[in-house]
């Protein structure tokens, strides 16, 4: 029986593919400035902002977008000053919206059925409200991320020589930092806050081991994201497991492949390369002789 027939897995399926573009895109940049890690920091802070909205009986998704955002630059203005190295402000944020996230949701009356969905996520169960958010959000980062990516580029391989060129580079930090509180905040319905930073980096690093240039690179890693989004789901609807715990392993494997594939090549290479070398040698030697 064909699962797809159904409304709520086209909508599952289609916000996973959203998302599966989107994270890469933003991820390139994370892993360009050494902060892969900044995904799972701010889905713990965002874990916070649930557990806010789950006992204030507010909009848990809208709690943690304002809880992200607000991580998200924190860990921009902290690193910014220089007083405080991004791993150790990441190591804070990591920390304390853990242990917020899990005294708030304490403090509330939330099943471990609702808590779960955000952790590790829930697509099947995602609404056509949640669809349009995933849609219109995830469209906005793909497009901000293509657009301005000569100068998020820069900011992120040479922050100093951004700042001589002219560029706004508080103002592009402060943008990735937002845009990466958002990317977390879609994605609880489809991988979750646990997971997500997985989708940001692992395609990313699939890609850098068959690319060079950070376009194609950039490229690479949004088409394996949408493999491992698309290849996911279906998974998750034909064997009934977790869709974010499907998508994240699809994308680790399709890294192990590519990671063992690219080490089996360079090995054939560097074991041919040398033989041919004789082979020229005595003809380059008769024209020296003559």
Known sequence: ???????????????????????????????????????????????????????????????????????????????????????????????????????????????NASLNSYLFGSLTTTSPADLTTILVLGVAILVTMLALRPALFAVCHDEEYARVSGLPVRALNLLLAVTTAVTVTIAMRAVGVLLISALMVVPVATAQQITRGFRSTMAAAMTLGLFAAGAGIWVAATADTAPGASVVLLAIASFLVVALAAAGWRALRRRTGPAAAPADEPHEHEVVLR
Do not use: K
Request: glycine letters at 16%; hydrophobic letters at 55%.
């Open 1 to 111: 029986m064909d699962l797809f027939q159904y409304d709520f897995m086209l909508r599952a399926l289609v916000g996973a593919l959203v998302i599966g573009l989107a994270a890469p895109a933003l991820g390139i940049y994370l892993v360009q400035r050494r902060l892969a890690l900044i995904g799972d920091g701010i889905g713990h802070v965002a874990l916070t902002g649930v557990g806010a909205g789950l006992l204030l009986n507010r909009s848990p998704v809208l709690v943690a977008v304002i809880a992200a955002t607000l991580g998200a630059i924190t860990i921009e203005l902290l690193r910014s000053r220089g007083r405080t190295s991004g791993d150790l402000a990441l190591a804070l944020l990591f920390y304390g919206g853990i242990a917020g996230g899990v005294m708030l949701v304490g403090l509330s009356d939330a099943s």
